[in-house]
């Protein structure tokens, strides 16, 4: 029996890659913004005895929430994919794609798996001493603020492939955007040192305008993405452009065409 | 111009430089024996004079007096988007207090 | 006219035209960390106002004609760059590779300035946790100093492009440029927002 056309077409793969991102970053958002209510944070400056509340505010959600994502956090890997997919469209060497790929291989352990891993863990048995409970908190919140290393330096990898591509793959504002990212990580940094303030892992300046520059990093990259893919000809050499598009959308995307 | 000296940005070079030195006599002005005092006025002032260095930076360093409408519009258009932002949180803030 | 130079006309400066100085992708990333530090400096703006002595007696620490010396520092290494950018584009590349050399000069001095200035502070006791106001003081200083540190690489692509006839594009000399520009004036309002506002 002779396989239909439509099956054969390499894009699809992509697509589903593509699609999966798209449902792994909204499963994130619903579980730790709305389910386990751990986004914005808990304070930094929490007495043991409001740590206890703050857990116990939470518990079906935490467990349920977190439980989600144990069991399709898998789901990080295809935006790693297709990002790594797109540096090796570049003209540039494999070396970033590898390094890329690498280290994002190992952000979802301090991207979110220890906050879950710590929060469930605190969430698991309500009696627990408080104390104990605050350390467990603090492990959880410090793990997922304090540690920026690998999206540091892999946002300086993407950046550097972007600028030096030649297959104009993404567009050089996104290359820049990744500097912006990767700076945001260094602002976090002050979070392993004060407790209150606008520097705390739930302070103004170390989360709210950094998760507004993240989630504009993330909206940037899913959209260009998709972009790629739609212009993907799998062949070598620079990619071709889009078709322009109609009507309001035309401007924008001419500024934003790389 | 055989030798290159621009002379315009010379003059935008000196302006900046003069700006900054009058930074050292509103500081003068606003330092009573030696303490410094809150002061709406010099705030306003330090700001103002920042983002006039700010625009004459776009302007003559940054070359946007020779660039297309959309960004000499836009750049004027940020200096003052960060003009009401930092004025609007300074008198908030002044209120809240 | 030595045998590296030769005779290109300038680009009419005085006339608007269609060229975006380095190109759009760079002035998206300056106005967009433009966003960035301003909700910093509201951020700062906005605390102070709360707490007006603390920030007034930390402010008191700082030696504001050492903040003026750092600003023209960086405003005369903005002028080197801007004049690179004018004599590359002239086809005068020795002229313009000294100025990306004045440059990177005048940067490195404006760094030694500001490490001298620091360790005055953190000797006499002020450090980035001792007052609220040194928080900010050293948050917006030390961000500002590494956009400096990615200005030196960013000068490094400047020379790279200049050093060689066959590798020079006067698109990316006005992109490290722009770049180069954007830390000054980040200067401009850090050291207004830090040592003059009261």
């Known amino acids: 029996m002779r396989r239909p056309a439509l099956l054969d077409d390499p894009k699809r793969e992509l697509w589903l890659a593509w699609y999966a991102t798209i449902a792994f970053y909204t499963l994130y958002t619903v579980v730790f913004f709305i389910i386990t209510r751990t986004q914005p944070p808990g304070k930094a400056w929490y007495t043991p005895t409001q740590v206890v509340g703050w ?96 999206f540091l330096i892999g946002s300086l990898i993407w950046m550097v492939a972007i600028l030096l591509d030649k297959n104009r793959v993404f567009p050089a504002w996104f290359g820049y955007l990744n500097l912006c990212n990767a700076l945001t990580e260094v602002v976090v940094a002050p979070s ?67 | 111009m055989e030798n290159g000296f621009n002379k315009r940005i010379f003059v935008a070079w000196l302006i900046l430089v003069a700006i900054s030195l009058v930074y050292l006599w509103i500081d003068h002005s606003a330092t009573h024996q030696g303490i410094p005092t809150a002061s709406t006025v010099v705030t306003v002032v330090a700001i103002c004079f920042a983002l006039i260095k700010v625009r004459i930076i776009m302007r003559e360093f940054m070359e946007v007096r020779g660039a297309p409408r959309f960004l000499r519009r836009l750049t004027d258009y940020w200096v003052v988007l960060m003009a009401i932002a930092l004025f609007g949180v300074y008198f908030v803030g002044i209120a809240v207090a | 006219m030595t045998t590296t130079e030769r005779a290109v006309s300038p680009v009419p400066e005085q006339s608007p035209s269609e060229h975006v100085p380095g190109g759009r992708d760079i002035w998206f990333f300056v106005l967009f960390e433009s966003l960035a530090f301003t909700a910093y400096f509201c951020v700062y703006l906005f605390n102070r106002t709360q707490h007006e002595q603390v920030f007034l007696l930390g402010q008191s620490h700082l030696l504001l004609w050492l903040g003026v010396l750092e600003t023209i520092v960086l405003l005369t290494s903005s002028w080197a760059v801007a004049s690179c950018v004018q004599d590359a584009r002239a086809g005068r590349y020795d002229a313009s ?35 609220e106001f040194f928080q900010y003081f050293f ?38 440029a722009t770049y180069w520009h954007s830390v000054d004036f980040f200067w401009v309002l850090i050291f207004a927002l830090l040592y003059v506002v009261r």
């Not at chain 1, 790693?80 to 952000?107: E, K, N, P, Q």
Request: charged share 15%.
């Open chain 1, 55 to 150: 857990f116990a505010s939470r518990h079906e959600g935490l467990l349920i929430g977190f439980g989600l994502i144990f069991i399709l956090g898998g789901l990080s890997a295809t935006s790693i994919a297709l990002i790594t997919y797109s540096i090796r469209r570049m003209s540039v060497s494999r070396v970033f794609a590898y390094s890329y790929l690498i280290i994002y291989a190992v952000s979802a352990v301090p991207g979110f798996l220890f906050i879950c891993v710590a929060m469930t863990v605190g969430a698991f048995r309500p009696g627990r001493d408080p104390e104990i409970l605050r350390w467990i908190y603090d492990l959880g919140f410090l793990s997922f603020s304090g540690t920026m290393g690998v």
């Open chain 1, 192 to 258: 392993w040192i004060f407790h209150t303030g606008v520097f705390a892992w739930n302070g103004v300046i170390a989360w709210w305008i950094n998760v507004v520059v993240f989630g504009l990093y993330t909206g940037a990259f899913i959209f260009l993405l998709r972009n790629m893919i739609l212009r993907e000809d799998f062949g070598t050499g620079p990619l071709p452009d889009l078709l322009p598009p109609e009507g309001r959308g035309r401007m924008l995307a001419e500024f934003m065409s790389p």
């Open chain 3, 97 to 131: 590779k000294r100025e990306a050399l004045l440059t990177a000069g005048f940067g490195a001095l404006f760094l030694v300035l500001k490490v001298i200035e620091w360790v005055r502070l953190i000797h006499a006791g002020h450090t980035f946790t001792s007052s």
């Open chain 3, 139 to 176: 948050f917006l200083t030390v961000i500002h100093c590494i956009h400096l540190l990615i200005g030196f690489v960013v000068l490094g692509v400047l020379w790279y492009q200049l050093s060689d006839q066959k590798r020079r594009s006067q698109p990316t000399v006005e992109i490290c």
